[in-house]
């Protein structure tokens, strides 16, 4: 986390958490749910299929949306489907690539837009128009005819909200500030200072830069006008960094100017060169942006280096200089330097320390850290009691365990996660553990890993613990009362609300979601439960209880 005089940590924890309460107003009909298809071996997947075709009636009827493509669970007849029109409009459908100002550009024919706020990974965004006249041209005329955004057909209704709620509270459609708020989702990636310049600085000059990590990762971007702030959020709100992950959710901020104190891979003050830190006599060495991507990634079937969304071709949105180009390339990271963490050099190897001697061992830190990505082996240090290596993918794997789960409580103590100065872990001074279980296992076949093909890492969202657990692949004969059980079994806290998603008639499991009392208990269970085998009568194979942290704060 970097220093900031003027505006203090909380300032910008607050900004982060009126984020997320904005979209939460998106009510539970019309927000599609973070279940996942039965099948899908990935957590935290986003319902919604591109190929449906909704029912829409004639031109003169409000459009609804049909329970048969979005999986409503309103069983009240079609009134429930009926919304009383708002100037804001709920639009569904959208694909993977869109961002803002294809919405804009798409819409603005019906009247006069306010304010967009997209939910990327639902494939959704909120528009509210300056009068309900022009929700009705747009809600009527996409159920008369196909509007398309960004080349695919999208789907309208109205929203129960009147008005969507901005940061900076200002009714002026035409406001704004030049300091955006960035929420990076799905960071599978490091994001750093130098990665965010590199995107962010094509549609306008950037100041300065502040990231911060404490509820996921997020940033705010300080441009040198409000115009060129207003340029960025267009062109980039929705986004992906890299492809298929390092999803951008822009906001606009409420500070109106950063102030760094020092420049290093989480702060940068870029109009004051002469801050930056210096380490051990040697100064900071900016990264090859775009550069080579690192080896590790090709070797692993991450794919090669590759271009990224072009900017809108509307050169509203770009700088005037010739010098940019017309599609802007973001390689994949260059090193891991920017961890910071203490280590001296990288490693595929954690150490964390802070492990309950008698309720943790290598399949339970396994189930915790398998989030973030895949585990190699994992060995009990014998001569530093309540301290394991764990060999992951890849240095950024290791990144991601660190920068979520490093400070975090489990059975009464607090894990401290590091990189590790070992570059593999060894199977030497194999011991008993107290719960009986060897001290060292490898995981290098498991089929739990989670990001074994590019394909299965994209799916993957990387969310920090949360009090809400997101559970999958549950036999659909399974109740609640018996989830309860198996917590109350395995002494381990119960949840206090349940919610299990509407599966597909083919469907062989269910999902769904569990609120626990604090965070510490969710992720007491989910280190416990995650992975439990579920036997059922006569059936051939157990079901593999899967869990994950949920993208939702409550139920």
Sequence with gaps: MSLVEEYDEGEYERAAKRLKTVEAEVEEGEELEEGEDSDSASPGLLLGDDDD????????????????????????????????????????????????????????????????????????????????????????????????????????????SKRITRPTHSDNPNSGNNVLLLSVQNPLYPITTDVLYTVCNPTGNVLRIVIFKRNGIQAMVEFESVQSAQKAKAALNGADIYVGCCTMKIEYARPTRLNVIRNDSDSWDYTKPYLVRRDRGKGRQRQAILGEHPS?????????????????????????????????????????????????????????????????????????????????????????????????????????????????????????????????VIPSQVFELEDGTSSYKDFAMTRNNRFTSAGQASKNIIQPPSCVL??????????????????????????????????????????????????????????????????????????????????????
């Design 53 to 160: 075709t909704p029912v829409v009636g004639g031109a003169e009827k409000r459009a609804q949306w049909s329970s048969s493509q979005y999986g409503s669970r309103r069983d009240n007849g079609d009134d429930a489907h009926q919304i009383p029109p708002s100037p804001v409009v709920h639009v569904r459908g959208l694909c993977e690539s869109v961002v803002e100002a294809d919405l804009v550009e798409a819409l603005e024919k019906f009247g006069t837009i306010c304010y967009v706020m997209m939910m990327p990974f639902k494939r959704q965004a909120l528009v509210e128009f300056e009068g309900v006249e022009s929700a009705d041209k747009c809600v009527a005329c996409g159920a008369s005819e196909a509007v398309y955004v960004a080349g695919q057909q999208a789907f309208f209704n109205y929203s129960t």
């Design 296 to 424: 590790s990634y090709g070797d692993n079937g991450y794919g090669s280096h590759c271009p990224l969304l072009p900017l809108p071709s509307n050169n509203r949105y770009k700088m005037g200089s010739h010098d940019i180009p017309e599609v802007v390339t973001y390689p994949l990271p260059q090193t891991s330097s920017y961890m910071g963490h203490g280590a001296s050099s990288s490693s595929s190897v954690a150490m964390v320390s802070g492990l309950h001697a008698k309720r943790m061992n290598c399949t339970r830190i396994f189930n915790l850290i398998c989030l973030y990505g895949n585990i190699e082996k994992i060995k009990f240090m014998k001569s530093v009691p309540g301290t394991a290596l764990v060999e992951m993918g890849d240095e950024y794997a290791v990144d991601r365990a660190i920068t979520h789960l490093n400070s975090i409580k489990v059975f009464g103590k607090r894990l401290n996660v590091c990189v590790s100065k070992q570059h593999a």
């Design 470 to 555: 997101h559970f999958y692949n549950v036999p659909p004969c399974v109740t609640e009362e018996e989830l309860q059980q198996l917590c109350t079994t395995h002494d381990v806290p119960e949840f206090i609300k349940y919610k299990v998603f509407d599966a597909k008639p083919s469907s062989k499991t269910i999902s769904g979601l569990l609120e626990f009392e604090t965070k510490t208990h969710a992720v007491e269970v989910l280190t416990v439960l995650n992975h439990y085998q579920i036997r059922i009568p006569n059936g051939s194979n157990p079901y593999t209880l899967k869990l994950c942290f949920s993208t939702s704060s409550h139920l």
